[in-house]
């Protein structure tokens, strides 16, 4: 199994920057997400992720970056290693998630609705 490359905040925003990033997931579940996402990424909850894969029929070697709600939140970690297990090879997690990304003075988008 491939292990997934852990970004830092500055790597988060020039990949996004770049646009290097072709999948961009918050992947809190509903029992922690609070309507708040990065720009440009989107909801694709922990337990919704091999669904909305083979929904997409997204490619083995698409860029895959997965994020929570900070450190302490193991969902990011546990997504990217799902990712890997069914065959990702090119999975980044950004441990440091919403908390990280505000604290930098980054902004969030609202999401009024579940996904």
Known sequence: MV????????????????????EFWNVLTDDFFKGELIPGSRRVPLDHIGRELARLA?????????YCSD???PQSSAAADKLAAL??????????GLAEWKTSGRGVESLTRAA
């Open 71 to 73: 450190r302490n939140c």
């Open 58 to 66: 997204v490619a083995k070697d698409t860029a895959i970056t997965v």
């Open 3 to 22: 292990d997934a490359r852990t970004i830092s905040t500055e790597q988060l925003a020039r990949q996004l920057e770049d646009g290097a990033i072709a």
């Open 87 to 96: 065959g990702y090879t090119n999975v980044q997690k950004y441990p440091g």
